[in-house]
């Protein structure tokens, strides 16, 4: 690991400062994803700031009728929080899905949308990485694939987006409220909040330099069933080939949100409209245009069948 330097931040907006002022400079909270990359010399910060007695860790009713969720606030908290339980279940099932319980005690909201790929050649400093090192190209493109990106992807870059808790907040149109270096603030969408690599594929997120995640808000709950089946190698610690995040209505309409085959949350409102005739009809909308390779192509049959099973288990 690199040398660096440290600081403890006292309001949201002194944080953004101090990260926008200083070439190399990182926010630090729970550090999950950030202290394993730094030990592995992929992220290599000059200067860490650390958020974490910033107060931003309360669960809060919105005037709307929703919830307003602090970015400090730990996976842990955030999904046995009984107003999640009870009115955005699917959120509490994908965050339980998601690493270890260790592992949710300390990693925080805002971290969690921001985790980088895990895909193995951005982890491989030996390896090409356009996202790592933009412009080296992209061994995954002809290399060992399984686990990555089959729709949403480009030229430049195959890698998947790793998280659970992005997906379950995709599907409730969830909105990412932030502050800049300014003080200025902006309430970012979901759907808008990760990039599609394109030829920047080392842009994770519509982020400005220094701009700090404050609170994630839910809208008021839309009721129905709220089912996440997450589909992996292994029955835990694993990352998802296929999830699916779905809220099934009584009259078989809904939503549903995919991880595990884009580089985003993968949510294709127009796709929902086909929820009443079944998982193939949803699943030819949500991929159309899908670019898989030899040995990915099975993610699209793959979560076809996972939808089926949850419209099914939303039936019974």
């Not at 070439?23 to 994803?33: C, E, H, Q, R």
């Not at 519509?206 to 609170?215: F, R, S, Y």
Request: charged residues 25%.
């Amino acid at each position: 690991m690199k040398s660096f330097t440290y600081e403890r931040a006292t309001s949201p907006a002194q944080a953004a400062a101090a990260v926008a002022g200083r070439t190399g400079a990182k926010f630090l909270a729970g550090g999950t994803n950030l202290l394993d990359l730094m030990k592995l010399e992929i992220e290599t910060p000059t200067h860490l700031v650390d958020v974490q007695d910033l107060k931003l860790d309360k669960i809060e009713k919105t005037q709307e009728g929703g919830l307003r969720i602090g970015a400090l606030v730990t996976n842990t908290a955030l999904a046995s929080d009984d107003r999640v339980r009870r009115d955005y279940g699917v959120l509490t099932r994908a965050i339980v899905a998601g690493a270890s319980g260790q592992l949710r005690n300390k990693a925080t909201t805002a971290g969690n949308l921001l985790q980088r790929t895990r895909c193995p050649y951005f982890y491989d400093t030996n390896q090409a990485c356009n996202k790592r090192k933009p412009g080296s190209g992209c061994a995954a493109i002809g290399g060992f694939s399984r686990q990555l990106g089959v729709v949403g992807t480009s030229d430049a870059c195959i890698a998947t987006y790793p998280g659970d808790m992005a997906v379950g907040l995709r599907v409730l149109d969830a909105m990412v409220e932030t502050v800049k270096p300014d003080g200025a603030t902006r309430a970012i969408p979901i759907a808008d909040f990760h990039r599609l690599p394109g030829d920047t594929p080392q842009r994770d997120t519509v982020l400005d330099a220094g701009e700090l995640i404050t609170a994630v808000t839910l809208p008021k709950p839309i009721g129905g069933t709220h089912l996440y089946h997450k589909v992996r190698d292994r029955a835990s610690y694993a990352f998802a080939l296929v999830s699916v995040a779905a809220v099934i209505q009584k009259d078989g309409k809904g939503r549903v949100a995919f991880g595990g085959v884009a580089p985003r949350p993968w949510r294709v409102e127009a796709a929902e409209t086909e929820m009443p005739k079944g998982a193939a009809a949803v699943a030819a909308r949500m991929f159309a245009g899908a670019r898989p390779t030899e040995e990915n192509r099975f993610k699209i049959t793959l979560a076809e069948r996972t939808l089926a099973s949850l419209i099914a288990e939303a039936r019974s």
